[in-house]
């Protein structure tokens, strides 16, 4: 089984409980001295087999092989993507059964990573997971105030639209924001909005 390693969180000893994302669901696993293994981290991507527990204590990892990627030895490019990955343990938190979207969502991102700058692609993997969960709403209006937007607008986090004052947030250019939520693309977005829009991202999925 494959699953990236959503949080960790230490127990008894140097035992570890992990959060995994796996292709249908999340799940709690207990890792014996898991605080001694180095492939057990946050958002690695691992190989493992689970060994059912007896009823009073949850599944157990076992047998982990870590999936590399290049990108993982620079410094700033594995903290951007510890961002990325923190932000899905509470989305998904008391969640278990899910379709392939999401560990798809994060491998597809995982294999850009290295080629591309990494805060467009947290800024287009947002715009399709709202799409996907039916979260996307483009709208005329200020999401506070519920007046007629302007020429620039703020963001809230599911990319609400919402005049600037109402929210106290740096403002951005509405057509392309509009032309954004249409494309889902980040290419003709200087990096200082898709700055903007990634500390949107960061303040929840």
Known sequence: MKGFVLALTRAK?????????????????????GARHSILQLGHLIDFEIEEGDGRFMP??????????????????????????????????DTEELDRFYFNQL????????????????????????????RLHPSDRCYICEQPLR???????????????????????????????VSGKTLYLDDATVDQLFSTVKKGL
């Open 13 to 33: 000893n140097e035992d570890m409980i992990a959060t995994v994302l796996s292709e249908h669901r999340v799940e709690r696993y207990y890792r014996f001295y």
């Open 60 to 93: 157990r990892l076992r047998s982990l092989r870590h999936h590399g990627f290049p990108w993982l030895y620079d410094r700033n490019r594995l903290m951007l993507w510890h961002d990325f990955v923190k932000l899905f343990e509470p989305h998904l938190r």
């Open 107 to 134: 491998l597809t991102a995982a294999r850009r990573w290295e080629r591309q700058n990494p805060k467009r692609i947290v800024v287009e993997s947002y715009h399709a997971l709202l799409t996907h969960e039916g």
């Open 151 to 181: 020429d620039t607008v703020s963001l809230m986090t599911a990319f609400h639209p919402a005049h600037p004052e109402c929210i106290y947030a740096p403002s951005l250019p509405r057509p392309l924001i509009e032309d954004f939520f």
